[in-house]
Nanobody, 121 residues
Framework: QVQLVESGGGLVQAGGSLRLSCAAS????????MGWYRQPPGKQRELVAT???????NYSDSVKGRFTISRDNAQRTESLQMNSLKPEDTAVYYC???????????????WGQGTQVTVSS
């Protein structure tokens, strides 16, 4: 069974930093694009950043220059380094991965369990 497990998150003051990590477990699959999304209180889930297998990154305008997404293909992990955090960054953060399962050549979109990030003013 393929799954994503997140770690990191927590409470930080405005201007501080946090690092989120996400690891894929299981066997018999390959990971394509990975990403991070967030869901602020009372709002819909939104894109934060994505990274392709080749390392091409894409960021939402709201985090560009403050957040950095990275991945380790060999370890099947991704991370989100968040600097200069603002209260409006408060949200539940989810990692995602586009996965190809070799058995049956099935494509799946996987999500982590979510981790809370709270930025106090």
């Amino acid at each position: 069974q393929v799954q994503l497990v997140e770690s990191g998150g927590g409470l930080v003051q405005a201007g501080g930093s946090l690092r989120l990590s996400c690891a894929a477990s299981g066997s018999g699959f390959a990971i394509n694009t990975m990403g991070w999304y967030r869901q602020p209180p009372g709002k819909q889930r939104e894109l934060v950043a994505t990274i392709t297998r080749a390392g091409t990154t894409n960021y939402s305008d709201s985090v560009k220059g403050r957040f950095t997404i990275s991945r380790d293909n060999a370890q099947r992990t991704e991370s989100l380094q968040m600097n200069s955090l603002k209260p409006e960054d408060t949200a539940v953060y989810y990692c995602s991965a586009a996965v190809l399962v070799f058995a049956g050549a099935k494509s799946l979109e996987l999500w982590g369990q979510g981790t809370q990030v709270t930025v106090s003013s």
